[in-house]
């Protein structure tokens, strides 16, 4: 009875260690398989490849160009502000360059008009006239034009200050006119047509003003009254002579503004003097 329990008991224990055992084979395989916990690892590696190949954005913006251009300070070449040669008027010296203007002269009636630095360029007077200083006078003389080769008349030329061109025909009033008339000579009329030609030709479209002047001799209102009848008179002879009365005034200076002494150095009277300061100026310009 003894040695069968016995042997029972050990058939039981024996089943409960192989039980045990299987449990602990069975757990061990679980553990093995796909349902355990991630490797930390093999999941780091995997965490840090997908945020290689992630696109990091752009977050780098480009800078703003904060250079500053340098102002230019190269000196800028001025203009050449000499007037080009424009004709025989502009050299009278014939030196190939313009002719220097060195002061101005008031020739009155408002026409102030610059002068030359080339004294070689100032006429001489005629015998006995004495030139008063500033006077048209000293203004150069070109040669001598053929169209005016017959006509007792001076030509004188300048420049404004602004550096418009001024011609001026002189007319002794003695050619065209009586004694204290102011009615044209018929004998002036040859003379008259021959600058109104001139100016035609040379300077068409210009204003032309015509300016009479007088001697000393006599009442200095009635000299003043005489010398506008007489640029008056001359002045209707070119519009009659075909210049368009529209381009032409006139004016009278009386014996204000005399262009020669009408007295000699020794206190005598200088009747050329006299003569020269009767006179026609057809100003062109």
């Known amino acids: 009875m003894n040695t069968s329990r016995t042997r029972t008991l050990r058939t039981i224990s024996a089943r409960r260690v192989a039980l045990t055992v299987a449990l602990a084979v069975s757990a061990a395989a679980c553990s093995d398989g796909g349902g355990g916990s991630a490797d ?21 913006a480009a800078a703003p160009d904060t250079s500053v251009t340098a102002p230019d300070t190269t000196e800028a070449v001025a203009p050449d502000t000499a007037p080009a040669v424009l004709g025989e008027l502009d050299d009278l010296d014939e030196d190939g360059s313009f002719d220097e203007r060195c002061g101005t002269a008031d020739l009155g009636g408002g026409l102030v008009v610059e002068t030359l630095c080339n004294t070689a360029l100032v006429p001489t007077p005629e015998g006995g006239v ?48 009586d004694s204290g008339s102011a009615a ?29 002047a007088a001697d000393s001799v006599g009442d200095p209102a009635a000299n003043q009254t005489l010398s506008e009848q007489r640029a008056a008179s001359v002045a209707a002879q070119l519009t009659a002579l075909g210049l368009p009365a529209s381009s032409i005034t006139s004016v009278g200076l009386g014996e204000l503004v005399p262009v020669a002494a009408e007295t000699n150095p020794d206190g005598s009277v200088s009747e050329i003097g006299r003569q020269v300061n009767r006179r026609v100026e057809i100003v062109v310009g």
């Open 184 to 212: 044209v000579r018929s004998t002036a009329q040859p003379p008259l047509a021959a600058v109104v030609a001139s100016i035609a030709a040379r300077f068409p479209g210009q204003p032309i003003s015509v300016r009479g």
């Open 130 to 177: 004495q030139p008063l200083p500033g006077s048209l006078l000293l203004l150069p003389t070109p040669a001598r034009w053929e169209d005016l080769a017959d006509v007792d008349a001076v030509v004188k030329v300048a420049t404004r200050p602004d550096g418009s061109r001024v011609v001026i025909y002189v007319l002794g009033s003695d050619t065209l006119f």
């Open 40 to 60: 930390p690892t093999a999941a780091a590696e995997t965490t840090v490849g997908a945020a290689e190949t992630t696109a990091a954005p752009e977050t780098s």
